[in-house]
């Protein structure tokens, strides 16, 4: 993709945000739009309604106008020209009006306007001012079968008393029609319009008089002004929907710097030690909504805070007191374990309770101390007291330890899987022996004999579906590349599900069921893993354990470091 059209995506991507339904912003858009949408079709349907009843009513009263017109020049022009009866006492209709009718059609009539003369069924005269009137037989037909209104009673009064008095000046205008001629609505497809027309009774006998009006004026006009609206009303949507975004945008701004300083709280590591929160939201105005949401959230940061700096004061006294007891309590633990080997060394007779209670003595003192010691070093390294650094072979290392553990664990089988180069890592050579030295204890502790446990070192990258993506706990921030992976895996009973979320906290024992026996666990003081938590942190590495019955894995990730060309080789086992 071209360079120019990368922006495209991004900006129709924040539209769609903005727009989503999801969203406040978005409902208030959509709901916004919706509405003006919704008000703008009321409006049209309304408008159209009334101009089309206003537009229908002025040319019905034109139509009704028409009507009258023509029938009171055609009843004078037949009371003027009528011939003799003949024998049957009738006029001949078509012979009598026809010379008057052309004569009525262009009096005062407006453009458009057609006139039809009925006898009986058949059309005897057609016209239209200013236009083409060529009825088709379909039409004819259909204005024949248009009921026929009749004349009103002041009318019909009004030409027999012309037709009385001879010679006498012509008798008053008559009451117009328009009240009492229906109005009709007709497709005429040879005319190529719709029109409505009215149908009375003509002044001679056997003629029926059709007067019509098209309604191209009508719907012209409505369609004119439907296209306004349209062009008014999508020009009145847009500029909402400009000014709508606008405005909601500039006045959730305020609740975006809210989230904006909730989500880097979230992203500070608020679980130990001290923690600088951001500092509250500008907007804590009461008289607003968005205001009083931003001063009870300031109020809170003010409280975690508060609460925060009280744990870490908290937690500083703890590490204190544990690093000054752990301190203070190595010189009496010393002093009662060499008394007691004393006493063991006297020559005199000493009877056998007292020998067994001076060796549980000695016993529990030792393993006092090593408690101590463990606190201690937790202490230290919870203040961020800094460790060695210096290059360590970490190849080197992992043959000590394992061969430390296939000799106290005999009945294990014990697997390496080194790579054929040294693998070198920046640290504490004493710290990591310790590290290793209590994962090998504990796989070999907590597993039955005859139980197999492989230790892997590797310095490649892991690669995806390894253990730090399958990892049921992990521990620390993986390292950026390069960097190595040491794993102890064995195939014992597992680690019980609900176990592994406290797995690295300080003083938690496993269940004595995964115990190779029943003393094991016993003597365990629950700070072995928490240590290498600790150690392995301070190396800027992370720890993951993945586990399931048959198989438990143990990863520790750390930064490589690369081998200096003065290194020995490691030696093999």
Known sequence: MPAGNAPRPRRLSWLAALLSFRTISGRLIVGLVVLIAVASVAVSVVTDDSLNRTLMSSLNTELQSATDSWYQCVQHTSMNDSSAPDDSGHTDALQAAAPGYGMCSQDGQAPGTFEVVLTGTSVSYQTAVHAVCDLSATDKAALAKLPVASPPPSITSGSATS?????????????????????????????????????????EEGTVLLTGLPLATVDATLRHVENDEHLVFAAVLLLVLIMGTAIVELSLRPLRRVAATATRVTELPLDSGEVTLPAGVPDSDPRTEVGRVGAAFNRMLFHVERALGRRAASEARLRRFAADASHELRTPLSAIRGYAELALRHPGPVPEEVTHALRRVQSESARMGVLVDDLLLLARLDAGRPLEREPVDLSRLVIETTSDARVARSDHRWRLDLPDEPILVNGDEHRLHQVLANLLSNAGKHTPPGSTVSVALTGALPLPGDSQELASVQRGVLPPGPRVELSITDDGPGIPPELLPELFERFTRADTSRARDQGASGKSTG?????????????????SVTSRPGMTRFAIILPLLREPADQPPASPV
């Open 163 to 203: 037709s009385s008095v001879e010679g006498s000046p012509p008798p008053p205008k008559p009451a117009s029609i328009a009240v009492s001629a229906p109005v009709h609505v007709l497709w005429l497809s040879s005319l190529g319009g719709e029109f409505i027309l009215t149908k009375v009774t003509g002044p």
């Open 527 to 543: 700070l072995g893993l928490a240590i290498v938590d600790a150690v392995v942190a301070a190396h800027e590495g992370s720890i």
